[in-house]
Every structure is written in structure tokens, then in C-alpha cells.
């Protein structure tokens, strides 16, 4: 059974940075595209950014681009997100998730989106005050 945990949310100023963690365990986690969601209250969960199982391509949402760093460590079983000069917008729940296995080695903005995606972590609250 996979499993996904997030860590690494909190309350921060506007201007401020804060890294994210995931790790997935229950699958070979090099094999695995990964991606990193949030939600606002009332709305769909949304694709900010999506990294192949080699790391070698991203995708990022044009509101995030610039200011957010998606990587992993698959020697760590673990996926991050480095986000940098946060703004009160971005204050949301942030969920990481594992692509469903027939999307596991695809990659790219196209397969940035829930659908696409099967094991997901409990979410973690990032809230920026300004």
C-alpha cells in the first residue's frame, strides 16, 4: 500500500520561504512521477508543479514559476518544494501526490492535473499573512 506524508507547512510572512517535504513509500519511488497540489477552501484541487521520475523535467504553474523549486531524492524516497517570496494568495492547503501507475513514467504540464494522479498525502497548511 502506498503511502504519503507532507511536512513542512506553517504560518509565514508574506516575502518569506518555506520548503516543503513529501516521502512515498509502497512503490519504487525512482519510477514515479510526482507533483505537488494545492487546494483553497471551496475550490478544486490544482497542479502547481510536477517533476519526472528523473528529475530531469519540470513543470510549474505560471502563478508559482519563478518563485517555486520542485525537486526529489530518490535515494531518499522524497519529494520537495522549495518556495520562495510566498504572498498571501498562496495560503492553501498543499498536497503531494504520486502518480497512478499507468502515468508513472509520463511527464510535463499536461499530466500536472489531479486526474492523473492515485496516492496522495494528508496535506499540509501553508498560510501567509500580510
Known amino acids: 500500500q502506498v503511502q504519503v506524508v507532507e511536512s513542512g507547512g506553517g504560518l509565514v510572512q508574506a516575502g518569506g520561504s518555506v520548503r516543503l517535504s513529501c516521502t512515498a513509500s509502497g512503490l519504487r519511488f525512482e519510477d514515479y512521477f510526482m507533483g505537488w497540489f494545492r487546494q483553497f477552501p471551496g475550490k478544486e484541487r490544482e497542479g502547481i508543479s510536477c517533476i519526472s521520475s528523473n528529475g530531469g523535467l519540470t513543470y510549474y504553474q505560471d502563478s508559482v514559476k519563478g518563485r517555486f523549486t520542485i525537486s526529489r531524492d530518490n535515494a531518499k524516497n522524497t519529494l520537495y518544494l522549495r518556495m520562495n517570496n510566498l504572498k498571501p494568495e498562496d495560503t492553501a492547503m498543499y498536497y503531494c501526490?504520486?502518480?497512478?501507475?499507468?502515468?508513472?513514467?509520463?511527464?510535463?504540464?499536461?499530466?500536472?492535473?489531479?486526474?492523473?494522479?492515485?496516492?496522495w498525502g494528508q496535506g499540509t497548511q501553508v498560510t501567509v499573512s500580510s
Open positions: 501526490a504520486t502518480a497512478k501507475s499507468e502515468y508513472r513514467y509520463h511527464a510535463g504540464g499536461s499530466y500536472c492535473s489531479a486526474p492523473f494522479f492515485g496516492s
